[in-house]
């Protein structure tokens, strides 16, 4: 049976959350231990769906994951690391993105791998030519399947010179997982540079990978043959705490995001603030509240770091609701991410999309049929309304325009939200939402 939650809204969310490790680092910092000769210790690891799935996936393919009663912290041993059921594998099919990211490391470890249908948020095709493309170049063998892709590497994989078209992060973690063990040096040109793959190369760094940042999105990896396991604290979750801010913002509260950290944050610290929103930076959290008087509209488009990133973008547009006059938001990263405003006009939003590029940076869906663009009239009411939970970010954006709104919302398909927030509603709870969770 699944859960619904039923929200009562009107209360200002109060109080104090902790954000702990990065859901965008913790998974692939997992991957990572696969690529050691020694156990590996991860710290700050949340309690979100995406690090059950990685832990399956690594457990049936030989790894020991002990998790430490007390603190969350993982041991992850891989020197029993082995071949794994393809049945077993294909269980976890459409949960997650991350398997994709085993390639490089199933290939040191055990030579070859199988990887299921990847899932993560519908919010566009998400294809994986980019990642194809870079375990070719390294000398991989791909090989499509009805329910996967199975790859090898008959002759070991080889450092290689490799560009992308678009700075995918994932793509950049394919080829930094699977180059530090290559034989070679590894140039990669058009790399994203997000904090989490920052965070993924100290990992890797503290495993004994030589692995070098240039200023012009280039990285170089220079092979080595062997790597050691690490101990690491995963980097907090900005895209937790953007979602907290937002919703001190929208329901008129106020809000202490303890682990919030400044500098992974900055673009959206500067966004905030021009929409009128108060914070006080800590060294240990940032506290974000609604100051009283009108928040102001924004012009706004999402970019790759050090941009505003897409996943701040969802939640952002439920607090543009409230500003006073007209917004903008050009969606650059992905072509199909405003599926969750329906919602928001059900409940009572100003929200028209278009296809043009509403915005100057050059973007790829332009002239294209994607509702890409989303011009927001605010402020409006919000009214309580039934919502099927659509994704990741669109879920949370529907819960806090709930929680804003006048009357009652029953929000179904919430497991979505577990993804990414670490007992949500228990921290809901703790901010004093007035809300039931039935058929759980
Ligand atoms: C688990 C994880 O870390 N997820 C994050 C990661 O997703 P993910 O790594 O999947 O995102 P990418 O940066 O790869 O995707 C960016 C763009 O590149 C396109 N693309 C990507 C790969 C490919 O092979 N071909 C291709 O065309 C995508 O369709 C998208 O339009 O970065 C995104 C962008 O910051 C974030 O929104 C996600 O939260
Ligand atoms: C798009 C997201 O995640 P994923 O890549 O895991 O689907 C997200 O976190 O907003």
Redesign the pocket.
């Known amino acids: 049976m699944s859960s619904v939650l039923t929200i009562r809204g009107g209360v200002p969310l109060s109080g104090r959350v902790t954000v702990r490790g990065a ?2 680092l913790v998974p692939k910092a997992m991957v990572a231990a696969l690529l050691g000769s020694e156990p590996s210790v991860l710290r700050n690891v949340p309690e979100i769906k ?1 690090v059950e799935v990685v832990t399956s996936l690594l457990q049936l393919h030989g790894v020991s994951v002990e998790k430490d009663p007390v603190t969350g912290d993982l041991t992850l041993d891989p020197s029993n690391a082995t071949k794994a059921s393809h049945t077993e594998i294909d269980a976890h099919a459409g949960d ?3 398997p994709i990211l085993l390639c490089g490391p199933l290939i040191h470890a055990i030579g070859a791998a199988f990887i299921p249908d990847l ?3 519908r ?1 566009g095709d ?1 294809p994986i030519d980019f990642h194809l493309r870079v375990l070719r170049e390294f000398g991989a063998v791909v090989e499509k399947t009805s329910n996967g892709i199975h790859i090898s590497a008959p002759e070991g994989l080889k450092g290689a010179r490799i560009t992308l078209d678009y700075p995918s992060v ?1 793509a950049t973690e394919q080829v930094l997982l699977s180059a530090t063990r290559a034989e070679g040096i590894t140039e990669l040109r058009g790399a994203a540079m997000e904090p989490e793959i920052v965070d993924l190369i100290a990992v890797l760094q503290k495993m004994g990978a030589i692995i070098g940042i240039q200023t012009d999105r280039t990285i170089r990896i220079e092979g080595v043959a062997e790597l050691r396991g690490y101990d690491h604290s995963a980097l907090p979750d900005r ?1 937790e705490a953007a979602s907290w801010a937002s919703a001190a913002l929208v329901t008129q509260g106020d809000i202490f995001v303890a682990g919030a950290a400044q500098h992974d944050m900055m673009t959206f610290l500067n966004t905030y603030r021009k929409v009128g929103g108060g914070m006080d930076i800590m060294d240990d959290g940032i506290r974000f509240y609604h100051p009283g008087g009108k928040l102001n509209p924004l012009v706004l488009e999402t970019d790759v770091h050090p941009g505003f990133m ?2 701040w973008q ?1 939640p952002l547009v439920v607090a543009l609701t409230q500003a006073d006059g007209v917004s903008i938001v050009h969606e650059t990263v ?1 072509e199909n991410r405003f599926g969750f405003t329906q919602a928001l006009s059900r409940m009572g939003a100003g929200i028209q999309l278009h296809r043009e590029c509403l915005g100057s940076v050059p973007c790829r869906f332009g002239q294209r049929n994607f509702l890409h663009s989303a011009v927001i009239s605010g402020p409006t009411r919000l009214t309580g309304t039934d919502i099927d939970v659509p ?3 669109g879920g949370f954006s529907h819960l806090i325009a709930a929680l804003a709104a006048t009357g009652v919302s029953r929000v179904t398909g919430t497991e979505v939200i577990q ?2 927030y670490e007992r949500f509603t228990d921290k809901l709870a703790g901010l004093g939402a007035d809300f039931d969770l039935t058929g759980v």
């Open positions: 859901k965008n995406d997650s993105r991350i899932g993560g948020c919010i998400r994932g895209n897409t996943d969802q992905y994704d990741l970010r993804r990414g």
